[in-house]
């Protein structure tokens, strides 16, 4: 097994392989594991191949699709697969994704990629038995460490991101009433307000989908 052969099938989906680590026993995965892959998406050739197979999206069958493709690609690699959706209780993405990558939590929830800014997620953590090596975690620091005047936190129009967090109640207020359409047509309005990674922002067809879909699942 070698991590470039992986990657080139994960690429071909669309998704992006996202780096990978030799679990420890702190990281909570089976104890028979060698090697962890992380798959991931950022950009749009994720979201065009999605549109290509499901034309006329509705529900939210972005995770059916993103997670019948990757356990194909287990299933080909005797790999077993686990994913961040699902229902609680959540397998700690975040918390792998910080073990196979140079990404950091930002102020506003999602981590910072120096790269790809905010507009990045989750797809998949490939476990492998065998222990094969896997690149170098990148040497990069937060973008959020030089940002100053941190727009992500001031940019929300009912201050829903703040230092202590996401606020989902006035947020869902917001999006319900009649000036939220910025945000449910566009994408959250503090996530745009970030600099870093802007050239890899949802598409509006994209944004639009994940915020009905956001909208719908916790509007009460
Ligand atoms: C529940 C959930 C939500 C809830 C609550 C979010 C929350 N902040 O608690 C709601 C519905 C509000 C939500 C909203 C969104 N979410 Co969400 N969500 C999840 C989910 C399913 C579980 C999170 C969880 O509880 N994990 C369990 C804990 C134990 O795992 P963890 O890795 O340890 O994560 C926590 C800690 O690591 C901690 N953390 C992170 N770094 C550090 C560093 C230190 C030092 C410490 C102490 C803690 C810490 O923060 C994490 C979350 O609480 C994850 C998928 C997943 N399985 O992780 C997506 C996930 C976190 N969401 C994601 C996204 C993109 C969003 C949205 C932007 C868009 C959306 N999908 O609607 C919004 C953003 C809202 C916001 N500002 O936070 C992405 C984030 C990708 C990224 N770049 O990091 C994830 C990973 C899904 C994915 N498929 O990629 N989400
Ligand atoms: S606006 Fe600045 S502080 Fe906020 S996420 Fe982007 S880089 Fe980090
Ligand atoms: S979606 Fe809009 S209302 Fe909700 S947190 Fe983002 S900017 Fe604020």
């Known amino acids: 097994m070698d991590y470039d052969t992986i990657s080139a099938r994960i690429t071909e989906t669309g ?108 797809r998949g953590l490939f476990l492998f038995a065998e222990t094969f090596s896997v690149p170098a975690r990148r040497q990069a620091p937060s973008p959020c460490d030089d940002c100053d005047d941190q727009p992500c936190l001031h940019t929300c129009p009912v201050g829903a991101m703040t230092e202590d967090g996401f606020e989902m109640d006035p947020c869902i207020a917001h999006l319900a009433g009649p000036s939220g359409g910025d945000c449910m047509d566009f994408g959250c309005a503090a996530r745009r307000a970030c600099p870093v990674g802007a050239q890899y922002a949802h598409e509006p067809d994209q944004a639009r989908f994940h915020h009905h879909a956001f909208f719908r699942a916790y509007c009460p």
């Open 15 to 122: 998704m992006i392989c996202r780096g990978g680590f030799h679990p420890n026993p702190e990281d909570g995965l089976p104890a028979s594991t060698g090697t962890a892959i992380l798959a991931g998406n950022a950009g749009g050739d994720f979201w065009r191949r999605f549109r290509a197979e499901f034309p006329a999206a509705a529900g939210d069958p972005l995770n059916e699709w993103s997670g019948n493709v990757l356990k194909a690609i287990a299933a080909s690699f005797g790999a077993k697969i686990l994913f961040p959706f699902g229902g609680a209780p959540h397998h700690p993405f975040q918390r792998w994704a910080q073990r196979a990558e140079a990404v950091y939590p930002s102020p506003v929830g999602p981590l910072i990629h120096p790269t790809y800014g905010l507009w990045h997620a989750y």
